[in-house]
């Protein structure tokens, strides 16, 4: 007799070879949006808006309908859809660079609007498909092609913060930081996109999870370096938590 050992989640139907570098965390996250989606019996509703940058090969594993946007527009697009279909589960799946550098201004306001849709944000503090330039999320000393020297805040200025920022539109509702670096983070991840996506479900307004992720090929280091990087670099300047939760005030 044969036993089940593992089985894909479903919507993660197409068997095609992973683009992602060895050892992204890519991977992982969608992964675990679509268990996430089939868990909560969505998926068949779900449009996702992907973007430019890694999150472009979305549309290569997921069977599911998908809009990519330019580059900075995920939220200007998925705000359109969702108002177009109100019905429908909508969410962005956006780097760091997109949501919040050229992307910052769309960001702001459709949080600020209150557009009930869902941002994941993959931070991984470069611009990684376009070679590992500095991204408005590369901390402080960070060395990245454009910062040969590590990020000086003199010339560069300080990194934007993410979570603390979209916490203070009124229109969010959720917004939380999580990482991948862990099983037990993974879970935790899985537990706080979950929460976003009830948070939209519910109609309480936007809601974000910003991804701390690692990017191997552009930080130069093994995965298993960089997951220890994002432990002892990032969690200093980008702490993991709930940074709004309109749900349970
Ligand atoms: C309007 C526009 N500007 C610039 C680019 C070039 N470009 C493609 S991806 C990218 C950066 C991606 O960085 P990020 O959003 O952090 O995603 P990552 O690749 O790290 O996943 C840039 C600048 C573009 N495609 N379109």
Known sequence: M????????????KDCKVT?????DHGVAIRIIAELLDELGIADKTIVVSSIGCSVFLN????????????????????GVKRAKPDKFVFTYQGDGDFASIGLGESMHALSRGEKVTAICINNTNYGMTGGQMAPTTILGQKTTTT?????????GYPIKICEMAAVCDGAAFVARCSLDSSKEIENTKKMIKRAFESQINGLGASVVEILSICPTNWRLSPQESHERVRRELYPVYPLGIYKDKANK
Do not use: M, W
């Open 148 to 156: 040969i020297n590590g990020r000086d805040a003199e010339v560069q």
């Open 60 to 79: 290569d594993y997921y069977d599911l309908d998908i809009v990519e946007a330019p580059h900075g527009r995920a939220l200007a697009v998925a705000t």
């Open 2 to 13: 044969e036993t089940l050992v593992f089985q894909k989640p479903s919507r993660i139907k």
């Open 20 to 24: 992602f570098c060895p050892g992204c």
